[in-house]
């Protein structure tokens, strides 16, 4: 196949294309910056999002397109900061389904990042596809104008997914900064430790977008979680063991909140996200459990 990447240059971008790679599939990486990176094989770098760059031009008939561009929710939420995570997505998906648009031939699907951020939060709720309510809260509305306006390529006769990502592990990412405190001897359940935590092995990501490419039936919202979500106390004593590391200091919430301001939303709030149509098409997960997932991330 042939696959066209935006935000290719990530941890999740990064990690799909060298797995599209081992299959022997061809990825177009989209960037703004395809002189800082070198061309192999099966990996091509084409620039995007800058001026007199003409991607239509340089791109053979894809298959498939996976969006994954948008600025990183990482930092400290000013009002600045989540005008560009917004603005970002609706900007880049906007000129991809400009560039789809331009295509003689479409791709057959469009992959469109998202996030389990949709459904807003709960304690004692669980969501699946099926809930269509989204929730208030501003990762919510960030997720429902994103898979809006991806919900364009449709229109172009796309099949389109909705990639809704829990929170991703790997060596990259977020968990690197969540087993920080722990191998300083420091770690602990963060607020209540009641907050759920959906949470993916990055491999399961990759090998998940790839079998909604693969499966036309797959059309709409897609959770990326693993099918055992955990409370925020259990994960945290999982990450713990799996490091040999005491779990003994909980993090006040008022203290996350001083150090990041409304983005401890995301730490300290959380939802129960299962993947129900990955299981109902028969998604078969490599690390279906937490211990087996942080293993292979911090093996002994």
Request: aromatic share 8%; net charge negative.
């Given at each position: 196949?042939?696959?066209?990447?935006?935000?290719?240059?990530?941890?999740?971008?990064?990690?799909?294309?060298?797995?599209?790679?081992?299959?022997?599939?061809?990825?177009?990486?989209?960037?703004?910056?395809?002189?800082?990176?070198?061309?192999?094989?099966?990996?091509?770098?084409?620039?995007?999002?800058?001026?007199?760059?003409?991607?239509?031009?340089?791109?053979?008939?894809?298959?498939a397109?996976?969006?994954?561009?948008?600025?990183?929710?990482?930092?400290y939420?000013?009002?600045?900061?989540?005008?560009?995570?917004?603005?970002?997505?609706?900007?880049?998906?906007?000129?991809?389904?400009?560039?789809?648009?331009?295509?003689d031939?479409?791709?057959?699907?469009?992959?469109?990042?998202?996030?389990?951020?949709?459904?807003?939060?709960?304690?004692?709720?669980?969501?699946?596809?099926?809930?269509?309510?989204?929730?208030?809260?501003?990762?919510?509305?960030?997720?429902?104008?994103?898979?809006?306006?991806?919900?364009?390529?449709?229109?172009?006769?796309?099949?389109t997914?909705?990639?809704?990502?829990?929170?991703?592990?790997?060596?990259?990412?977020?968990?690197?900064?969540?087993?920080?405190?722990?191998?300083?001897?420091?770690?602990?359940?963060?607020?209540?430790?009641?907050?759920?935590?959906?949470?993916?092995?990055?491999?399961?990501?990759?090998?998940m977008?790839?079998?909604?490419?693969?499966?036309?039936?797959?059309?709409?919202?897609?959770?990326?979680?693993?099918?055992?979500?955990?409370?925020?106390?259990?994960?945290?004593?999982?990450?713990a063991?799996?490091?040999?590391?005491?779990?003994?200091?909980?993090?006040?919430?008022?203290?996350?909140?001083?150090?990041?301001?409304?983005?401890?939303?995301l730490?300290?709030?959380?939802?129960?996200?299962?993947?129900?149509?990955?299981?109902?098409?028969?998604?078969?997960?490599?690390?279906?459990?937490l211990?087996?997932?942080?293993?292979?991330?911090?093996?002994?």
């Amino acid at each position: 196949m042939k696959i066209a990447i935006t935000g290719g240059t990530g941890f999740v971008g990064n990690y799909l294309a060298e797995r599209l790679a081992a299959g022997n599939h061809h990825t177009y990486i989209l960037t703004r910056s395809p002189e800082k990176h070198t061309n192999t094989d099966f990996v091509t770098y084409i620039g995007w999002l800058h001026e007199g760059t003409a991607p239509e031009k340089e791109l053979p008939a894809l298959d498939a397109v996976v969006n994954l561009a948008g600025d990183s929710i990482f930092g400290y939420w000013t009002e600045e900061k989540k005008q560009r995570i917004m603005n970002s997505r609706l900007h880049a998906t906007e000129q991809l389904i400009d560039l789809i648009r331009k295509m003689d031939k479409k791709p057959r699907v469009l992959i469109n990042g998202s996030a389990i951020g949709y459904y807003g939060t709960s304690c004692t709720q669980s969501f699946t596809e099926l809930t269509d309510q989204p929730g208030s809260d501003f990762l919510a509305q960030v997720a429902v104008n994103w898979e809006n306006k991806a919900r364009e390529a449709e229109q172009l006769g796309v099949r389109t997914v909705l990639a809704r990502f829990g929170l991703i592990l790997g060596k990259e990412g977020a968990l690197p900064l969540m087993a920080l405190p722990f191998k300083l001897m420091a770690g602990g359940k963060v607020g209540t430790g009641e907050q759920w935590v959906s949470w993916v092995h990055i491999k399961d990501v990759a090998e998940m977008i790839i079998f909604a490419m693969d499966n036309e039936e797959i059309s709409g919202p897609v959770n990326v979680t693993a099918p055992h979500p955990q409370r925020n106390k259990d994960f945290s004593k999982t990450l713990a063991n799996i490091l040999h590391r005491p779990c003994w200091l909980p993090v006040p919430e008022i203290a996350m909140k001083a150090a990041l301001g409304d983005m401890s939303s995301l730490i300290l709030q959380g939802q129960s996200v299962l993947p129900a149509t990955a299981q109902t098409y028969g998604y078969d997960f490599h690390y279906p459990n937490l211990a087996e997932a942080l293993r292979e991330i911090y093996p002994d």
